[in-house]
């Protein structure tokens, strides 16, 4: 199955594929030929023509308009800017926060999701951190037991970079939605390959390099119209500071909607390539893009059992995600995880190699909507060939 009329269209998009099998998108994504040309037109244009000219700032313009048609959201709920972390920090550091405060966070997340939380313990801020079973096992349920009347906001992942563990991010939205709790999500593991709806969500933040594939540092900024006067902008600048003819004023008058977030210049190249990514990505769909995600798990699953290979996360259902992240124990079917992530690499595939908390190893598979389960084919004949030291 491939979404694509012909292999010879696959491999134009994405020509990466004429030379090896990329499986890291959960890490840094390959840009396909459509978004580097684009940033190439750009840069070039620029040779000849100021940086900001008309058509750039049209494009940005209607990049938040395809942004916003990915999250369900407004163009003036969208904010440009990247990575997911500066987003996080400025969700973390522009709420007035009070002592006694609660936020509910997970401590084995990704650390660009944990560190803007429990850094407001210096403020007085009560950390609470989730402890699910499994890792980024997040439940509604395990949620709500944390929860007290001094929990002002929830930080969860839409789905955990390890385990692949991807959470229901409408019933936990709408639960704290009811007790009036602010919902902060960091989508950079859903946005461009699962639906990442925010109708219960108050705010998002995901760089366009990892599912979106977009380059680094251009990234979605999400904030709902109707708590952006309780976040505050904590970066300040002509942009999004009312600034009539570059005049600094007396009194600071932000602007409205997501300007009010972008203090200076915005990366443009980047965001014109950010905008060619979601645009490769609704022309797909993305329930098409998901499902053939779920078809290339299902075919590495089917091929790695049999080798001896366990799976961290779900491997089916409405939790399972793109990611398929696997051990086996060392010593029982020959070659080790690491000599095996050294024999893909040889052979020109790439995957990721990951640890947990305690230091144990793991592969992470992260294919996307281009790759071919005649792919996944490929890589469990590699992984069978792996010799032992």
Request: charged fraction near 20%; aromatic fraction near 8%.
């Amino acid at each position: 199955m491939s979404l694509f009329p012909t292999e010879a269209d696959r491999l134009a998009e994405f020509p990466i594929a004429q030379e090896s099998i990329f499986l890291a998108h959960a890490g840094v994504t390959i840009l396909p030929r459509r978004v580097t040309k684009v940033m190439q037109d750009y840069l070039e244009e620029s040779c000849r023509r100021m940086q900001e000219f008309p058509e750039a700032w049209r494009a940005v313009s209607e990049c938040r308009v395809v942004a916003a048609q990915m999250l369900g959201a407004k163009a003036s709920e969208i904010s440009l800017l990247g990575p997911t972390s500066l987003g996080l920090s400025l969700v973390a550091n522009g709420l007035d926060w009070q002592p006694g405060d609660e936020v509910v966070c997970y401590q084995d997340d990704y650390p660009a999701n944990v560190y803007p939380w429990t850094d407001l313990a210096r403020h007085g801020v009560v950390v609470k951190l989730l402890k699910p079973q499994a890792p980024g096992a997040i439940t509604p349920e395990l949620v709500e037991a944390l929860l007290t009347p001094k929990t002002k906001l929830v930080a969860l992942a839409s789905c955990h970079f390890l385990s692949g563990y991807r959470i229901q991010i409408d019933a936990i939205g709408q639960m704290l939605r009811a007790r009036g709790v602010l919902f902060c999500l960091d989508a950079i593991q859903t946005l461009g390959a699962f639906e990442t709806r925010v109708d219960y969500v108050d705010f998002l933040s995901a760089d366009s390099h990892k599912w979106m594939l977009g380059p680094m540092a251009a990234g979605v900024v999400y904030v709902r119209e109707e708590v952006q006067e309780r976040l505050r902008p904590t970066l300040l600048g002509s942009w999004n500071v009312q600034s009539p003819n570059f005049i600094a004023q007396e009194e600071i008058a932000f602007e409205k909607g997501g300007r009010r977030y972008e203090p200076g210049v915005l990366n443009v190249a980047g965001i014109l390539g950010m905008k060619a990514g979601l645009e490769l990505l609704l022309e797909k769909g993305i329930p098409a893009v998901s499902e053939q995600l779920l078809r290339l798990k299902a075919r590495l699953v089917e091929g790695l059992e049999p080798l001896g290979f366990r799976f961290l996360g779900p491997t089916t259902g409405p939790n399972a995600s793109g990611i398929t992240t696997t051990w086996r124990e060392d010593g029982h079917y020959g070659a080790s995880l690491t000599q095996i992530f050294d024999h893909l690499t040889a052979q020109k595939i790439s995957p990721s190699l990951r640890y947990d908390r305690a230091g144990k190893a793991y592969l992470r598979f992260s294919p996307h909507f281009y790759n071919t389960e005649a792919e996944m084919d490929r890589v469990v004949a590699a992984i069978a060939s792996t010799p032992a030291a």
